[in-house]
Each structure stands twice: as structure tokens, then as C-alpha cells.
């Protein structure tokens, strides 16, 4: 049975801790900003459905503020030393570091993640983008080009005032992937956070000021839509990065094409996990659990599609489902806790709807999918078998905890089964066979494949997607290439030779 611990507040929490809380809003030019005349963002505890804060969107005058703050500071930024660069946003990352508990405690109740993940895997992975992206950013030279007499030398410079839209399962982290390389690059940024997970961005802007970011290279505006749209369509910005939906990336994208601007697109998913006969089964269902349940289910990379060979197929199910019985379900401030809500209450009727379908389309469901009584947005994490891959929770992307189990008999097969989806972010392999591990991973359509685990995405590897799911790469050195341009300059050493 799913086990429940009782709840705490997370109006305490914010009581007790008022320097958690952002002061306003949005954090323009170095310093916070209102203007309540936008419309109210209500910042809901999805442990309660309770409004724990209240902010307000963007105003026009607010994004206009925040766009010139960012042009204005762009030439001072770009003309500073990599180093000095690098010195500020790793000194942020120090700050990240040690205020990580209270940074925790804040995205668990934006998000509802629960505080045995937020610990480890939110801000922590944007201080570790801060140290990594601080540390490269002396080291970004252009190339030298011998031409016989002549020579040739490239500079590689940033693009100008990037804005980074994020989506709400992973708020600070999202904005520390974006920020870190762009800032590094000598660019600027607006950053808006969805609206549903406003807070941690606005954190890290006051981080930021704190470790000595001058006024205005980094900027967080609060709204939804229509504030993102006017921050892309702005002639003064030059890239635009998004996590988001499909859905949204193709208006980003579009919009962003008609101002001939950069992009990177971190989209959705619906990804491939292949499990073969001879695979370790208790590490393959533990890969399954991180790449399905983490997070309640709200990962884009997630290992949805559980393409299981036959041989071991039914051990599989069965001690899956026997270990998803024993996620810790409850207040996700409590440390024990380590399966919380769902982010809101439309993202879990979204996911209830899929369990129906499933259901309806013949799909075994072998346990949970069902809402929990309890306040909040709370349901327990579900496993399909029988899944066939014309079923609707086999093609969409659910964004909530439901995995799917489809049996297969060869490799063939699996890859193909595996590579038939609009989709290309993630994929692994499961087996003791190495030739065959690292034939499939090289087969896979995915932008990020793993061999033997899932869901790992260390700072040092690029990440992102090919197909509907994205442009671009984030992490690694991959990502300097979406936040810079290399300016060539071609010098003659000798006379000019001319027809007439
Ligand atoms: P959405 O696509 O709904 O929203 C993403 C962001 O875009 C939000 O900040 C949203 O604002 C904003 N937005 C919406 N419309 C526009 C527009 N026309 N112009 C500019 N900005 C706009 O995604 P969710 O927030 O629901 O996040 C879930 C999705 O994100 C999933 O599909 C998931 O797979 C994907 N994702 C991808 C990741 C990756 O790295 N590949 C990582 C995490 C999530 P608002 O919310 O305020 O409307």
C-alpha cells in the first residue's frame, strides 16, 4: 500500500522564512520591481491547493523596462573580461550552495516537488551550471587560420539580449541552464518563469546581484503567454531559449523566425526505454522508477514508453509494480516524503485522463492511477502493461506519472517501435551485451541517450532533443554554440591584386 504522512503548512514555512519570499514581482535593472497593476499570478501549494503568495504579471511598461535594462547593459557585459565573468556567476553558485535549503524549501511549494528531490536536484544543478559555465567563460577564444601569406583569426562574440522562457518542473534549474552559458557568452537576458512556478527565478536574479552581476544583464518579468510572445517578438532581442511544449515551441519558433532570431528549443517528449532479456531487472526497474516517478512524472526526458523483451517481461511488471507500491507518498516538505503532488490541479486531470484512456483502449492497468483523498493535487504513480503503441498513452506525452509497458520480441523491432514517434529527446538500453548497447544507443532518433540508467544529465553533456522535441543543445560545451557567433577576419599581409 502507498504510504501518507501528514501535512505542514506551507504557509508556516513562508512565514517563518519572510527572506525566502521574493520581494516583488519581477527583478528589473538590479533591483526588485511591482507594478500591481498587472494582472495576479496566485502562487498555489499543490500539497494544499491553498494560494500561499501572490504576485502580478508583467505590464507593458514592466517588459519595456526589462528589455532596455538588458540592451543598456549589454556593451559593458560583452567588453568585460571571461574571467571576471566567470569569478561572478561562480561566486553565485558559492551563494546557491549555501542557501540550498531555503532555496529548496521555496521551489517545493512552487512546484510541489518534494524536499528529498528539490535538495539535491534543483538548485544545486544550476549552481553547478553557474560553476561550470563561470569556469569556461575565460576560456572562449576564437581560432587562428594560416592562409599561406595571408591569415585569418575568428572571434567569437555573444549574440546581444537573449530571453529564456521556462517551464514549471524544474524553475531554478531551467533558469540557471539558460542563464549560465548566456551569461557567460557576455549576453544579457530577460527571463520569464511559467506562471504557475514564479518564485525561484526571482531568487536567483537577487543571487546574482549579490555575486556582483551588474544591473540589468539578468532580468526576470512574471506572466504568461502574451508576456513571453512580447519578449520574443521584440526587435531588440537576438535568441530566444524555451522549455516547453511542443505546442509552444512551434509559436515560439515561428515567431521567432520572422525576426530571423536564434533559438534553442527544449520541448517534450515521449521516450524509449529498452529493456532486454539479459538486462540486470532490478536495475532496469529502478531506471524505470527515476525515468517515470521522479518528479511526479513531470520530466520531459522521461522513459514513458517501457519497450520490455518478452523473456523477461513478466518478472519486469511484477516487481515494478511492487516497488512503486512502496513510494512514500505525503507532505513533500517532510524529507521522508519522495512522491508529491502534481504541479496543479489541470496537470493532474490531465493525467487522470490518460489512466482513463488507457483503460478504455485495453491497456492493463496493474496499479495506481487513481486521485488520492487527501487536499492538494495528489495521485498515485500508475503502470500500464499491455500497452500497444496505437494507444493514446503510448503516442502523447502525459506529463504525470503513468508508464507504459509494451512487450517485444527482437531488437529490430524494439528500435523501430522505439524511433516510430514525432518525438527525439531521450532514450536507453538495457543489457549486459556491449556491442549491442552501443549499436542501439547509435540507432536511436533521441538528442540524449543513456546506456544501463536513466535520467542522469550532468552539467558536462549536451542535452537536448532532435525531431518535435527541439533545436539546440543546453549543458556542455554544446551550448556555448547556441549562445555565441563567430565573426571572422580575414588580414591580408601583402598588396591587392585588382583586374583593371
Ligand atoms: P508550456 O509550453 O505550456 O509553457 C512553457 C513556457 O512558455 C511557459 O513559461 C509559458 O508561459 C510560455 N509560453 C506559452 N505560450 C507562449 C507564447 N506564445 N510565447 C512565448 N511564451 C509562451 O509548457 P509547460 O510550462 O506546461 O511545461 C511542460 C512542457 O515542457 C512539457 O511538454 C515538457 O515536456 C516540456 N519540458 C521540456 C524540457 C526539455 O528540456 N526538453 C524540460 C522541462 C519541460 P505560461 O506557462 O505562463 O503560460
Redesign the pocket.
Known sequence: MMQMSTQRPAEDLLRAAPDVVPQASHHVAGGFVEDAAGAPIPVIYPASGTEVARLHEATPDIVERALAAAEAALPAWRAMRGAERGRILRRAADIIRERNRALSELETVDTGKPLSETLVADALSGAEALDYFGGMAATLTGEHLALGEDWAYTIREPLGVCVG??????PIQIACWKAAPALACGNTMVF?????TPLSALKLAEILTEAGLPPGVFNVVQ???AV??AL?EDPRVDKVS???????GR??YA?AAAGMKHVTM????KSPMIVFDDADLENAVSAAINGNFYSSGQ???NGTRLFVQAGIHDAFVERLAQRVERALIGDPLDEATNFGPMVSAAQLGIALDYVGKGVEEGARLVTGGRRLDRPGFYMSPAVFAGVRDDMAIARE?I?GPVASVLKFGTEEEALQRANATEFG?AAAVFTRDLARAHRVASRFAAGTCWINTYNLTPIEMPFG?VKA??VGRENGRAAIEHYSQVKSVYVAMGDVEAPF
Open positions: 522562457i521556462g517551464a514549471w518542473n524544474y520569464k518563469p511559467s506562471e504557475m506572466g504568461r503567454g513571453g510572445a520574443v524555451l522549455t516547453g511544449s511542443v505546442p509552444t509559436r515560439v515567431a527544449e520541448l517534450g517528449g520530466i520531459c526526458s506525452e506529463f529527446l532533443g522535441s527541439g
